[in-house]
């Protein structure tokens, strides 16, 4: 979720400007009011700055205020197959989690079984995993597995609970190994043209993993 933009001053000269401040305000409403609900980046890779970024396994993650989420769908039965790609928050009117249900998946076919996995950036918010676990128990033949980067708020209670709540219903919450950083790089981060370089995990990737795994042990057991 993007952070709150800093408000810029209603006098930046030396005048009084009331009717100009009511006319900036009157402005900032109207263009509010053309954004749709919600806006959804998507597609099948994405560049790797936003990968080195967004996805690195810090413990303190200040001004990484987007979610990247890397969905592989696979479905078994009479229309069996495997399709993939990719979700990112554009502002925050919505989640990439709520973004996948709405878009991707709005409705689970009783005939098919679907096996879901995410690699997010995150963990998801709290509404966001309360939904999660509503749609998994009411949809029997989906099951989800979600690998996550980093852990979001994981010292808040009704974070904690909310992450429990997740495993109640089914789904499986990981955190990403190193292996995992590299088939996200593989499949989903575009590669210069020409030239397919190979993963470079960066130098705390695993002490950080370790680090989150251990935390999730706490908060799940």
């Not at 998801?124 to 033949?141: E, F, Y």
């Not at 808040?156 to 089914?170: D, N, R, V, W």
């Amino acid at each position: 979720m993007a952070e709150n933009q800093e408000k810029p001053s209603d006098t930046q000269t030396g005048e009084e400007q009331p009717e100009n401040a009511e006319e900036s305000e009157e402005k900032k409403k109207k263009e509010l009011e053309k954004l749709p609900p919600f806006e959804i980046v998507g597609g099948e890779r994405f560049p790797a700055f936003f990968f080195k970024f967004q996805f690195r396994n810090v413990e303190y993650s200040s001004g990484r205020n987007k979610t990247f989420l890397c969905y592989v769908v696979e479905t078994q039965g009479k229309e069996s197959g495997t399709f993939r790609g990719y979700l990112e928050d554009e502002h925050a009117a919505a989640h990439v989690e709520d973004a996948f249900f709405n878009n991707i998946l709005p409705t689970c076919d009783p005939n098919l079984r679907y096996n879901v996995t995410w690699y997010v950036s995150s963990s998801p918010c709290v509404p966001c995993a309360g939904r999660i676990a509503q749609i998994l128990q009411k949809n029997k033949n989906l099951r989800l597995s979600i690998l996550v980067s980093r852990l979001f708020m994981w010292e808040e209670p009704e974070m904690q609970a909310a992450l429990k709540k997740l495993k109640t219903s089914g789904c499986k919450l990981k955190i990403m190994k190193p292996q995992d950083f590299e088939y996200i790089w593989q499949n989903f981060v575009e590669q210069e043209e020409g030239e397919a370089k190979a993963f470079e995990p960066w130098e705390d990737i695993q002490e950080n993993f370790l680090y989150y795994e251990e935390k999730l042990s706490e908060v799940l057991h």
